[in-house]
């Protein structure tokens, strides 16, 4: 007989398996049979290895082997074998879980990096059309400083003229001051005007639509805006400025027109021998002066009137002085005519006969008959 496995080797424990349950001295003989003459010796346990190896089986725990033979313990049959990990598929399973945990992580930081650089691409659009306003009102406001500077130096050069035509007609210590107060008010709205607009804005590169070139071109649009700002307010300042320095020249022409209201009176003083026209005028340029002063007014207009009468009211004084003095005309003897009643009417001239027109003859025309047109000849019946 061969056995083949242990189940036939030691009996099976089920009644019902048609196999009958060997004694332990029927199973010692058997295993006698198998292992040969040295089973009565103690068995080590390379013997129990290779026995497993014989039957094909692993060796259960309820089966002791020993020097006195098998003791078979009944309850190993209803034993259940040992729950093992398959540690393989284990750590398959946990490198899917995480493999899903980071795709799923992945997509979520994905969706929100794509929110983000949405929402920094709006807001740097934005910056960038509030900086184009900007802009635009900076380049509006240079132009207008431009515009004052321009129109401050037209006024300077003006009030120049002005003031060099009161020389030697107003109080001269105050027309050198006005003279003074008015270069030094060109050269400061010049001055003024000299406003450095800010360098052109352009946008830095942003190829890959990283998040971090988007705000480092959002740093760079508020840097240019904040520049911007910055010369804006140097323009509103300097135009601020030179209205500041228009009042100051304003307030030392004022001073040299008020000054004149004693200078011209003295210079017609001084010109008697002109007529009175000629006075008059330079007395009702002081007048016009004076009112367009007060009402805040340069009166450059007004000075340069007053400087031409006072021209006009010298050279009319020298033109008087300069014509001959008429000598006094000599006394006349006075003579006394008398009438002489001894005279006598002249002869009456004879009357010159004349005669009388001749009337030319009068030709009578003879009547003149109107011929009558012939009638045609009627039709005999």
Do not use: C
């Not at 060997?22 to 003989?29: D, F, K, Q, T, W």
């Not at 003459?37 to 346990?45: K, L, N, T, Y």
């Not at 094909?56 to 034993?79: C, H, L, N, Q, V």
């Not at 304003?250 to 008697?272: D, K």
């Amino acid at each position: 007989m061969t056995v083949t496995t242990l189940r036939e080797l030691v009996g099976d424990a089920d009644p019902g398996s048609g196999i009958a349950r060997l004694s332990p001295e029927s199973a010692e003989r058997r295993l006698s049979d198998i292992v040969g003459a040295g089973a009565s010796e103690p068995v080590v346990q390379d013997d129990a290895n290779r026995l497993a190896d014989l039957v094909g089986a692993p060796m259960r725990s309820g089966i002791a082997i020993g020097a006195s033979g098998i003791d078979y313990d009944e309850s190993a049959t209803t034993r259940e074998r040992p729950f093992s990990i398959d540690w393989l598929s284990a750590a398959v399973a946990v490198i899917a879980i995480v493999a899903v945990v980071i795709v799923v992580a992945a997509a979520v930081w994905t969706r929100a990096s794509a929110g983000s650089v949405d929402d920094a691409t709006r807001s740097l659009r934005a910056e960038e059309a509030t900086l184009q306003g900007r802009l635009m009102t900076l380049a509006t406001a240079i132009d207008r400083l431009e515009g004052d500077v321009e129109r401050a130096v037209l006024l300077a050069g003006r009030a120049d003229a002005a003031v060099g035509a009161l020389a030697g007609k107003s109080d001269e210590g105050a027309r050198l001051q006005a003279a003074s107060g008015i270069a030094a008010y060109r050269d400061q709205v010049q001055t003024l005007g000299e406003i450095t607009p800010p360098p052109p804005y352009s946008r830095s590169a942003v190829t890959s639509g990283e998040l971090a070139d988007i705000a480092a071109a959002l740093d760079s649009v508020r840097t240019a805006t904040l520049e911007v700002e910055t010369v804006l307010a140097d323009t509103h300042d300097a135009r601020s400025a030179v209205a500041d320095e228009r009042g100051r020249l304003l307030t030392t022409l004022t001073g040299l027109g008020g000054s004149l209201a004693a200078t011209g009176p003295a210079i017609v003083a001084e010109n008697a021998a002109a007529t009175e026209p000629f006075r008059a005028a330079v007395s009702d340029s002081l007048t016009r002066l004076s009112t367009a002063q007060a009402a805040g007014a340069d009166g450059i207009d007004e000075m340069l009137a007053y400087a031409a009468s006072v021209d006009a009211l010298r050279a009319e004084n020298q033109r008087v002085l300069a014509q001959p003095v008429e000598p006094e005309p000599e006394e006349q003897t006075e003579y006394y005519w008398e009438p002489d009643y001894s005279w006598e009417p002249a002869p009456t001239p004879d009357p010159v006969i004349v005669d009388p027109p001749v009337e030319p003859p009068v030709i009578e025309q003879p009547p003149v008959t109107p011929v009558e047109p012939e009638q045609p000849p009627t039709p005999a019946p």
